[in-house]
C-alpha cells in the first residue's frame, strides 16, 4: 500500500469486532488484555482477518478492550475513554513474525 510503513506500529486501531482491530492502512490486528499486570496492558498481533461486517458499539460493552486507540508519545496508547495503555505489537512481514515491544513503564 503506498505510504504504508509496515515496521511501524499503527497510529490508530478501530475495533471491527470484538479482540479484532483494523489500522489506518485497513491492516487487520486481533488484541488480547494481559489481565496480571497492575496497569492497562494488551498484545496485538497483525494478522490477516477478513472484515465481515463491524460489530455495533452496543454489542461490545462487555469487552474489556476499548473502541478505539491512538497512538500518543512515548509509544504508549490512549483510548477512547481518555486511558493510557502499553502495547506490545507483533507486526507480520511476508509470512515472518516480528515482535516490537513497547517500553514497560507504569501508567
Known amino acids: 500500500m503506498a505510504g504504508e510503513d509496515v515496521g511501524a506500529p ?5 475495533v471491527h469486532q ?18 496480571e499486570t497492575s496497569f492497562l496492558r494488551a498484545r496485538v498481533q497483525q494478522v490477516q482477518v ?3 461486517d463491524a460489530a455495533r458499539p ?4 462487555t469487552s474489556q478492550l476499548p473502541l478505539m486507540w491512538q497512538l500518543y508519545p512515548e509509544e504508549r496508547y490512549m483510548d477512547n475513554n481518555s486511558r493510557l495503555w ?3 505489537h507483533h507486526l507480520m512481514f511476508s509470512g515472518y513474525a516480528a ?3 513497547v517500553p514497560e513503564t507504569s501508567l
Open 10 to 14: 499503527p497510529d490508530h486501531l478501530w
Open 86 to 88: 502499553q502495547i506490545q
Open 58 to 61: 452496543s454489542h461490545l460493552l
Open 18 to 35: 470484538e479482540g479484532i482491530y483494523r489500522d489506518e492502512y485497513q491492516r487487520t490486528w486481533v488484541a488480547v488484555v494481559e489481565e
Open 99 to 101: 515482535e516490537g515491544s
Open 50 to 52: 477478513p472484515l465481515g
